[in-house]
């Protein structure tokens, strides 16, 4: 299990790195923190937790700085596994799908399917597809969240990564008819 959380920080130039240091200063060390480049507000850190208690949890979410705090439950499917972590350099992208409830199972199978040949065509690593603790919302609306954390060597490997005519691309599209829809995102891992 993990916890994973979206800070707003102050618009001051350093509050995304004055709030990454104190992040990484916790009691419990995150597995990982980033900072936004495309898709997030600019004054947003993101950080993943091994899964908090509720008193660590508070912590993060009133570390100095933060005006505003979003998290979520996740729990790891077919990655990541151990202790692993995101690989450094590169972009990451955090990939949120909204799926059909009874989808998840068969969405992280074609998810698994696909991996090798992409990993193996693309300068691209899969750190990890969650599964989030699902909401009131997506209760009532029959839904599920994965998020999928994928770094590539840059923006440009990203984009090469959409060619429709690789076989992992041809399964992705499989598992493209059970979304509802996906918000991709991209972010640095904060060394």
């Not at 130039?13 to 997030?40: C, I, M």
């Not at 029959?142 to 090469?160: F, K, P, S």
């Amino acid at each position: 299990m993990y916890d994973y959380f979206e800070l707003g920080v102050g618009r001051e130039r350093e509050a995304v790195t004055l709030a990454a240091a104190r992040l990484k200063a916790s009691a419990v060390p995150p597995v990982a923190v980033f900072s936004p480049l495309l898709g997030y507000p600019s004054n947003t850190v993101l950080a993943l937790f091994p899964a908090l208690d509720a008193e660590a949890a508070l912590a993060v979410a009133r570390i100095e700085g933060a005006v505003s705090v979003q998290s979520t439950r996740l729990s790891a499917t077919a990655r990541p596994t151990g202790d692993a972590a995101p690989l450094p350099g590169g972009v990451s992208v955090h990939n949120w799908f909204h799926i059909d409830a009874a989808a998840a199972e068969a969405f992280v199978d074609l998810s698994v399917e696909a991996w090798p040949d992409f990993e193996a065509r693309f300068e691209a690593r899969i750190f990890g597809l969650f599964l989030a603790e699902a909401s009131e919302t997506d209760l009532d609306h029959g839904a599920r969240r994965l998020l999928l954390m994928t770094r590539y060597r840059d923006l440009g490997e990203w984009q090469a990564s959409r060619d429709p005519t690789t076989e992992a691309m041809k399964t992705f599209a499989r598992r493209r008819e059970l979304t509802r829809v996906s918000l991709a995102r991209s972010c640095l891992l904060i060394p």
